[in-house]
């Protein structure tokens, strides 16, 4: 619930207590609705908490919840901007994020990454595999027919 309301000082105090090891755990516990701290304080919109579990604790930020939903999604759909534009732009996948917040008309963006270029390869050789492979089986069965 310190993520979730705020408590900073209460978060790095407890989580300094107790052995690193347990505290990494202890970032990335999830609860009966499957959120984490990270949700809860990506959710309520406090930049501070989310940093320190991000970069000192190692939090997960693509672990969903019970309905799917990971940090990042719980950030954009509270209207939580400034986290929302944090996690972005640390973990996107894309090479040059870049997030204009421009009040209602925010403007978002990137350039394709490596792994969207080696995702759209990778695509594109599954589909020639594909269409190949349907081409064969046309051939080999264009003489069969059906008496």
Same mark, same amino acid.
């Given at each position: ?26 970032? *990335?516990? #999830?609860? !009966?609705?499957? +959120?984490?701290? =990270?949700?809860?304080? @990506? ?34 759909? *509270?209207? #939580?901007? !400034?986290?929302? +534009?944090?996690? =972005?732009?640390?973990? @996107? ?48 069965? @264009? ?5």
């Amino acid at each position: 619930m310190a993520a979730a309301n705020g408590h900073l000082e209460v978060i790095k105090y407890l989580l300094s207590i107790i052995p690193k090891e347990d505290a990494l755990k202890l970032a *990335n516990q #999830k609860n !009966e609705s499957l +959120n984490t701290p =990270l949700h809860w304080a @990506a959710f309520n919109g406090h930049l501070p908490i989310v940093q320190l579990l991000c970069e000192e604790y190692n939090a997960d930020v693509y672990a969903k919840n019970e309905t799917g939903h990971d940090s990042i999604f719980e950030a954009e759909n *509270n209207n #939580k901007e !400034e986290v929302e +534009n944090w996690l =972005l732009n640390k973990y @996107a996948v894309e090479d040059g994020f870049k997030v204009e917040d421009q009040g209602e008309n925010t403007k978002i963006t990137y350039t394709p990454g490596k792994e969207s270029k080696e995702a759209d390869d990778r695509a594109k050789e599954a589909a020639a595999a594909a269409a190949s492979s349907s081409d064969d089986i046309n051939k080999q069965t @264009a003489d069969l027919s059906i008496h």
